[in-house]
């Protein structure tokens, strides 16, 4: 049975002069033990989506479950203990600026009714967790920005919650400071088994850390399955511009035909377009190529703008074929 699962959930939100569909039949499932991105533009739902999951903002229409207990059928006191079990992290930290570290990680636990000796004692657990011993007497305002996510995260940790929502909570970071807290999130998913779901527009993010993957679109699942599966095989044209979204594939003339090539592990060090120049005799135009790490592998990805002659597009693409490299046809359009 999955930990979360989201059943045709819609939201509607109702105003004067106009309706706005937030979420439309949304079906999700999310696994115990899983980090799972759901990524989108700007706009798309996400944010209202995680709100949803833990009842901030009940649905129009659809269900959630969360450990085979159905949110809309609980009692006020029922949600407030389930809610414990679901903890956010938000991008800017929200801490409480007249508390110092220790007086802000304690928050949770005071609201719950813990002892003050169980409380202490959890702090400074948490306090090695999150490598903040040596700050725990500062204020949030005596913190690098870095810090005072590493103060959200162990407050969020303090009521041992099963599930961790994280609302875009790099997206104020710098690249090296989102580096830390990501490995830090990993490092809680794989020694605690805390599920984790990050909201983020970050596709890097989602590659750096997360083994599945959701596409908002316009309100809709666009897109969802394995990070691994997703990047190298997206079926749907928003998940396509998500991923070439930083390349420079809208920058070559559009509406010729352009082809997508996708290699691991070795491959991805080999010189293939160099060894397909000299072999088929021909010219190719590469829009856009990267590499990166997803799930552990090495993965690449080159778009070649091939050229007019049909016989020696046909030609190009029988070669990379034979090399065992996936070739995909691309809509210059859709970039």
């Known amino acids: 049975m999955p930990l979360i699962e989201l059943k045709h959930l819609t939201k509607t939100f109702k105003g004067k002069t106009q309706t706005v569909d937030a979420l439309r039949d949304i079906n999700l499932q999310i696994e115990q033990g899983d ?15 995680v709100r949803c999951i833990n009842f901030l903002e009940r649905p129009t229409s659809g269900s959630v479950v969360i450990d085979g207990k159905d949110l809309a059928a609980l009692s006020p006191k029922e949600l407030r203990q389930l809610r414990q079990q679901v903890a956010m992290i938000f991008q800017h930290f929200n801490l409480l600026q007249q ?5 802000n990680i304690a928050f949770a636990m005071e609201i719950a009714g813990m002892k003050r000796a169980d409380i202490d004692r959890r702090i400074d657990e948490l306090l090695e967790i999150v490598g903040l011993t040596d700050r725990q007497h500062n204020y949030p305002s005596q913190l690098s920005g870095g810090q005072q996510q590493r103060v959200a995260i162990a407050r969020a940790l303090s009521t041992n919650p099963k599930i961790i929502l994280c609302d875009e909570a790099t997206s104020a ?6 580096t830390s807290i990501l490995n830090l999130l990993r490092e809680i998913n794989r020694k605690l088994g805390i599920t984790i779901v990050i909201i983020t527009h970050e596709m890097s993010v989602v590659e750096s850390i997360c083994t599945h993957v959701a596409i908002i679109d316009d309100g809709q699942l666009a897109e969802s399955g394995t990070v691994e599966s997703v990047f190298s095989q997206p079926k749907t044209k928003a998940a396509k511009k998500l991923i070439f ?12 035909r352009l082809i997508r090539i996708v290699f691991e592990g070795n491959a991805s060090s080999e010189p293939i377009i160099a060894d397909l120049v000299m ?8 829009m856009y190529a990267d590499t990166r790490d997803v799930g552990g592998k090495a993965f690449g990805q080159m778009v070649l703008q091939l050229p007019e002659d049909r016989l020696q597009q046909e030609k190009i693409i029988f070669y990379l074929q034979s090399r065992k490299l996936r070739v995909e046809e691309v809509d210059g359009n859709a970039h």
């Open 35 to 49: 980090i799972y991105g759901i990524i989108g533009m700007s706009g798309a739902g996400k944010s209202t989506l």
């Open 173 to 178: 970071l710098d690249p090296t400071t989102t």
């Open 99 to 103: 508390r110092d570290v220790r007086g």
């Open 245 to 256: 979204r930083k390349s420079g594939a809208d920058s070559g003339i559009l509406g010729e």
């Open 279 to 286: 072999e088929c005799r021909v010219s190719v135009n590469i």
